[in-house]
Structure formats: C-alpha cells, structure tokens
C-alpha cells in the first residue's frame, strides 16, 4: 500500500505545463470585382487543447472509476496493473480475513455469555473454533471489537486506494499533454544573480521561442 501512496503522490507533485500559440497567416480573399484581398486572420494552434482532445483525462478517471485499472490501460501504462491490483488485492484479503475472525469471535462470544448467564447454548459450544474455546468472555469482546474496527479499516482503504486509482488515471492523461519540444530547454548559467545580488549558478529554463 505504501508503494501505491508514494507513488501516486509522486505523480501529483508535478504540474502540467500548457503552451498556447497563436500563429498569424495571410488569407486570400475574392472579392465581387474578383480582385484579391489579401487579410490577416489568426489561426489558432493550440497544441494543449489539441492534445486534451486527442486523450482526454475524463475518459481516463471514468474509466477508472468504474474499473481499476481501466484509466492506466486508456493511458498506456500497462506496468501500472499490477501495482493497482496488488493493492486493491490486499485490502480485500485482509477484509475477507477481519471479517472471518470476527464472526467467529462473536459467536464464541454470544455462546459464553449465554451459558454463564442463561444456561442456554451449552450444545453449541462445540462449535466454537478450538483456539478461542480457552479465552474468556473478556478476551473474546475484545478480539470482536478489534475485528469489527479492521473491518471498517480495510473498506476504508479499498474505497481510498480506488481514490488514488483514478487520481493517478487522471494525471497520467493530463501529462501526455507536456510540451517536451524543442522550444522547452533547461540551462545552467554561472553569473550574477540581480535577484539575489550575489554571483552563483543559476536555472534558467526557456519556454518557446
């Protein structure tokens, strides 16, 4: 489970970075004495949108939501599954388990305290589960109550991690839309800084042209 939180958490670190431009082209047009007019209109080449469009992020979280699992196939990141289903798989392992002890605690439970005080369920002692019959009718509330608390726990995390499924589909598809063109560079500049007034090694990052 920690792997699936660290990793998501990881992933939502990361803003997206959107370009919009905008590019002017000269069109012909013919007019009624078919004499031609030459005006600038803007044709816009928004690459973000385009991108959106192309992967969508709301197919990808709706997919997920309605299947784990779903989104990261939509997004291509196959390797992604197992960590899901691993996850999810291990919630549900330990619900099936909390919920069996607790069952069987509570029955060991209502028998005892049916016999000390009403003298009834005698016949059903038997059935008690072999490693509970030695523990007390103290010790069997207790082992109930904490069951019945993991319980609750491990639906929670199920239905968080489902959560965390989606967030990470979503994600994912919003990054296929990062601009990882040419026109994005990252440099390191010694020099004066006037921001910090002092010399040192500076980041410069250019974004278009």
């Given at each position: 489970m920690r792997i699936v939180f660290s990793f998501v958490f990881f992933l939502i670190l990361f803003s997206v970075?959107?370009?919009?431009?905008?590019?002017?082209?000269?069109?012909v047009i013919s007019t009624k004495d078919s004499v031609p007019v030459i005006k600038n209109t803007?044709?816009?080449?928004?690459?973000?949108?385009?991108?959106?469009?192309?992967?969508?992020?709301?197919?990808?979280?709706?997919?997920s939501a309605i299947l784990p699992g779903l989104g990261q196939i939509y997004n291509k990141k196959y390797w992604k599954l197992p960590i899901i289903y691993g996850a999810l798989g291990t919630c549900t392992g330990i619900f099936f388990y909390n919920l069996g002890n607790y069952k069987d605690t509570r029955f060991a439970y209502r028998v005892k305290y049916n016999m000390r005080v009403n003298g009834t369920d005698s016949a059903l002692f038997s059935q008690?589960?072999?490693k509970l019959k030695p523990l007390d009718e103290e010790s069997l509330r207790y082992y109930r109550n904490q069951f019945r608390r993991d319980i609750d726990y491990s639906a929670l995390f199920f239905i968080l991690?489902?959560?965390?499924?989606?967030?990470?589909?979503?994600?994912?598809?919003?990054?296929?839309?990062?601009?990882v063109s040419p026109e994005l560079s990252l440099q390191f500049k010694p020099g004066y800084s006037e921001l910090?007034?002092?010399?040192?090694?500076?980041?410069v990052m250019k974004i278009g042209k």
């Amino acid at each position: 489970m920690r792997i699936v939180f660290s990793f998501v958490f990881f992933l939502i670190l990361f803003s997206v970075v959107s370009l919009h431009a905008q590019e002017k082209e000269p069109v012909v047009i013919s007019t009624k004495d078919s004499v031609p007019v030459i005006k600038n209109t803007v044709a816009s080449g928004n690459r973000y949108d385009s991108a959106i469009k192309a992967h969508s992020p709301k197919k990808a979280a709706l997919r997920s939501a309605i299947l784990p699992g779903l989104g990261q196939i939509y997004n291509k990141k196959y390797w992604k599954l197992p960590i899901i289903y691993g996850a999810l798989g291990t919630c549900t392992g330990i619900f099936f388990y909390n919920l069996g002890n607790y069952k069987d605690t509570r029955f060991a439970y209502r028998v005892k305290y049916n016999m000390r005080v009403n003298g009834t369920d005698s016949a059903l002692f038997s059935q008690i589960k072999s490693k509970l019959k030695p523990l007390d009718e103290e010790s069997l509330r207790y082992y109930r109550n904490q069951f019945r608390r993991d319980i609750d726990y491990s639906a929670l995390f199920f239905i968080l991690l489902w959560g965390l499924n989606v967030v990470d589909a979503t994600v994912d598809a919003h990054l296929k839309s990062f601009d990882v063109s040419p026109e994005l560079s990252l440099q390191f500049k010694p020099g004066y800084s006037e921001l910090a007034r002092t010399n040192g090694l500076s980041i410069v990052m250019k974004i278009g042209k």
